[in-house]
């Protein structure tokens, strides 16, 4: 790095900085980032530095739309979902870290399916209700934006790196196991402990990378882990079956992450005031204790009975937190314990009860269940978040207070004035419909840590939709600031996710719109959100997203997610409009 004769970093422009990561990195196959700031732009103005906002005249017509051929499919679907009126607010990802809580680090706004959280099963997706008018119970998501007209200090971020640790952290597959055959116990416990070695092991060599990010070297470690945990978690899976159980979906708990997180404690303001009131806290979520990990081997004449109670266990959290958001407003301040938590234990004791008499009528009879009916809201005055699957050296605290701020994540949150919801179709083949429960995601929320390859420009203004801008768009006066988020528009066929959450889907040839070999074109979903911002404070680069701390703001961490969640008739409606060449919703 070029440096004053002082010592100190000279700052590069972004484009200068990418194009010396690409030169290092095809020369060492190394990048590693010491110093991070306003998203590792180097500056120290507000919440974010200036030369990363641009004049929308300034980009140059960069998107491609390939000419339709005689055998594509150039309809498109519309879903009304809203705009996040209900203020379902969460810092939870179910889709790149389920079971994680709190794993996203920063908030998301959700529309559409109104109960899930990080811990929610297909089943309690299916019985949720929706936001959107159609009734698509699918869930799409993606990080906040927020303006904060305060000056922050560059510093501060890189003390607050200097003094981190990374650490690894990943699903817990034990929390999310279905019931498992006595037969099959012992091992599974074992390979439970392996899982929890190999990630000890990891977080070990992270050791190495205290107060500094090294994008090359944390790809190497979550890879290596990955590989491993794919082996275990497919042979965790082979056991309980050929006990004659059945675990489906444990793919979604392979991938780990490096996470920052204590850089939120290290920053100023990671205190949140004592005196804010839950009342205030948009979208709190149930919390209640684990059952499925606390369970012995299981009969196998008593199975299929437990794991109906399981799911049952996980509906009612479901029900409890859907309550929780269509119920904001109502009734006292003891209007949650007795509407919500009260009734909750009230049936999480009878279900415990129903699981430990079915055990009991082949085997010893599980006792003490009945300590795991309370549940709790996460977001009491002064709560901390419970530990995530690996400890950090500092709790990260809940998003509190009327913004949901959490420390380096502050400021109002802008509500979106438009959210357009479509699905379209290919230029060169027909689309088959989605699988139920496909999981998707566009762009990538961390490309300072974990690089840019998945990373993708979203931003633009409306009335420029022949131009996307890695940037902040400083747009003219009555446009509003876009955000355009392709997501994958083909599938392998098979799975509804996979150990990366990627490689189940793939993006069509940007300048054909052909698929991959042995991918298939499905409704290409694409999400354009849409924000009424000041033009001063656009000028003033006073608006940011959300993200996680490593990333500080970057635009280039854009994302969005996304669970499918439609019925098989309106996917089948969906893509027939699309093959007809109609625009229907």
């Not at 070029?2 to 900085?17: D, E, F, I, M, Y």
Request: hydrophobic share 35%; net charge positive; glycine share 8%.
């Amino acid at each position: 790095m070029n440096r004053r004769k002082n010592g100190t970093p000279l700052v590069q422009s972004r484009p200068a900085r990418l194009a010396m990561a690409a030169v290092v990195l095809a020369a060492t196959g190394a990048l590693t980032v010491t110093f991070v700031s306003s998203g590792g732009k180097g500056t120290a103005d507000a919440a974010t530095s200036l030369d990363q906002f641009v004049k929308i005249e300034n980009v140059a017509p960069n998107v491609q739309n390939p000419k339709p051929a005689a055998g594509g499919s150039t309809g498109r679907f519309t879903v009304d979902c809203g705009t996040n009126g209900n203020g379902k607010f969460s810092p939870d990802n179910p889709v790149a870290q389920p079971g994680i809580r709190n794993g996203a680090e920063h908030v998301h706004d959700f529309v559409g399916n109104l109960a899930i959280t990080a811990n929610s099963s297909n089943a309690d997706l299916d019985a949720s209700g929706t936001t959107c008018r159609n009734g698509d119970k699918s869930s799409y998501f993606w990080p906040v934006v927020r303006i904060d007209k305060t000056v922050r200090s560059g510093n501060q971020v890189q003390q607050a790196l200097a003094q981190t640790q990374p650490m690894v952290v990943c699903p817990s597959v034990g929390k999310r196991l279905r019931a498992v055959p006595t037969g099959a116990r012992t091992t599974v416990d074992r390979l439970l402990a392996e899982l929890d070695r190999q990630q000890a092991a990891a977080n070990q060599r992270m050791t190495t990378s205290r107060g500094r990010i090294d994008a090359a070297f944390n790809r190497q470690v979550i890879e290596s882990l990955r590989a491993r945990r794919a082996a275990m978690i497919k042979e965790i899976s082979t056991t309980v079956t050929a006990a004659g159980g059945n675990q489906p979906g444990l793919v979604s708990l392979v991938e780990c992450d490096i996470s920052y997180d204590d850089m939120h404690a290290r920053m100023p303001g990671a205190t949140h005031r004592a005196s804010v009131k839950a009342a205030q806290a948009a979208n709190p979520r149930i919390q209640c204790p684990s059952v499925r990990d606390k369970l012995p081997g299981v009969p196998a004449g008593a199975l299929a009975e437990v794991n109906r109670n399981l799911d049952e266990l996980d509906r009612q959290i479901s029900e409890a937190n859907e309550r929780l958001v269509t119920s904001r407003g109502q009734g006292g301040p003891a209007f949650v314990d007795n509407a919500i938590l009260g009734p909750l234990r009230a049936k999480r004791t009878a279900v415990l009860d129903r699981i430990a008499i079915a055990i009991g009528r082949q085997a010893a009879r599980p006792q003490g269940l009945d300590a795991f009916a309370t549940c709790t809201l996460d977001q009491a005055p002064g709560a901390s978040a419970a530990p995530s699957s690996a400890p950090t050296a500092a709790a990260l605290p809940d998003p509190q207070g009327p913004n949901l701020e959490l420390p380096g994540n502050t400021g109002g949150i802008v509500r979106p004035a438009q959210v357009l919801i479509e699905y379209r179709g290919n230029p060169v083949s027909k689309v088959v419909p989605m699988p139920k429960f496909l999981r998707a995601l566009t762009g990538d929320a961390k490309p300072t840590s974990r690089g840019p390859a998945n990373a993708r420009a979203t931003w633009s203004c409306s009335g420029f939709a022949d131009r996307l801008s890695d940037k902040y768009p400083i747009c003219p006066a009555g446009s509003q600031v876009q955000r355009v988020q392709d997501f994958p528009g083909c599938w392998d066929g098979r799975n509804i996710d996979s150990d990366n959450h990627r490689n189940h889907v793939a993006f069509a040839d940007r300048a054909t719109g052909a698929c991959p070999q042995g991918f298939q074109a499905i409704p290409q979903l694409r999400i354009t959100v849409a924000y009424d911002i000041a033009r001063d404070v656009q000028v003033k680069g006073q608006y940011a997203l959300d993200s996680f701390p490593e990333e500080n703001h970057n635009p280039f961490s854009d994302h969005n997610d996304f669970v499918n969640v439609n019925s098989a008739q309106t996917m089948q409606r969906i893509a027939t409009c699309i093959n007809k060449g109609k625009n229907c919703s």
